[in-house]
């Protein structure tokens, strides 16, 4: 599994392009929204030193239908209506990737994570190309599953480890007062943990290893 963290530069004429760069200050956050193939319904944080103008902007401007304020407090208001899917979100349901919150505009681009297999990133990216949407990647890193990387007893001894403060600086458990909490012999406890650690280091380090690190 990836994570994925891409600044895409907004097709014009959608309604966060828009929006976004008449109020280049402004920042304007995809909250939720209703799934829909070409129009859904959108919760959008909008946070500035006025929100009113650009709200306002917002309710006046064609494209927007069933607007409403939703909740307003200093500096930032909440605003539900209907409106085009973003092509950015429409992109992330053709590649199967979950909408994860919020999607954030500034003047003209969109920073969102996305969370999926590499198959599933790399599909994402090629919609992108596809519906001429420029886009960066700032990170791209693999996510570790703990529950499939180790056995239970692994899993259950580094998680003991942790919690009696194994691993603080400086410590505050030893081996063999892990192991005694642990009810293993000292020994095990030491081949577990290596065991166990070499799994969690070679999956963070990841293709890495196979690459060579740069010099």
């Known amino acids: 599994m990836a994570r994925a963290n891409l600044v895409v530069q907004l097709s014009e004429g959608g309604w966060a392009y828009t929006v976004s760069t008449q109020f280049p200050d402004a920042k304007f956050e995809l909250l939720a929204l209703e799934p829909g193939a070409m129009e859904c319904f959108q919760l959008v944080r909008v946070s500035a030193?006025?929100?009113?103008?650009?709200?306002?902007?917002?309710?006046?401007?064609?494209?927007?239908?069933?607007?409403?304020?939703?909740?307003?407090?200093?500096?930032?208001?909440?605003?539900?209506?209907?409106?085009e899917t973003p092509l950015t979100v429409f992109c992330l349901h053709r590649a199967s990737i979950p909408f994860e919150p919020p999607l954030t505009c500034r003047n003209g681009r969109a920073?969102?994570?996305?969370?999926?297999?590499?198959?599933?990133?790399?599909?994402?990216?090629?919609?992108?190309?596809?519906?001429?949407?420029?886009?960066?990647?700032?990170?791209?890193?693999?996510?570790?599953?703990?529950?499939?990387?180790?056995?239970?007893?692994?899993?259950?001894?580094?998680?003991?480890?942790?919690?009696?403060?194994?691993?603080?600086t400086p410590r505050d458990c030893t081996l063999t007062e892990l192991a005694t909490a642990a009810d293993v012999a000292k020994s095990t406890a030491s081949e577990t943990l290596h065991r166990a650690e070499g799994a969690i280091v070679r999956a963070f380090v990841g293709d890495s290893l196979a690459e060579g690190f740069p010099e």
Do not use: H
């Open 49 to 83: 030193s006025e929100p009113d103008r650009p709200v306002e902007f917002m309710r006046d401007v064609g494209g927007f239908r069933s607007f409403s304020v939703v909740q307003q407090a200093a500096g930032a208001t909440v605003v539900r209506f209907r409106s």
């Open 111 to 168: 920073s969102l994570q996305a969370t999926a297999p590499d198959t599933a990133i790399s599909e994402l990216t090629d919609y992108f190309n596809q519906y001429g949407l420029r886009f960066e990647v700032e990170s791209l890193r693999q996510e570790i599953d703990v529950e499939t990387l180790l056995t239970p007893r692994q899993r259950d001894l580094v998680l003991t480890a942790v919690d009696a403060g194994y691993y603080d």
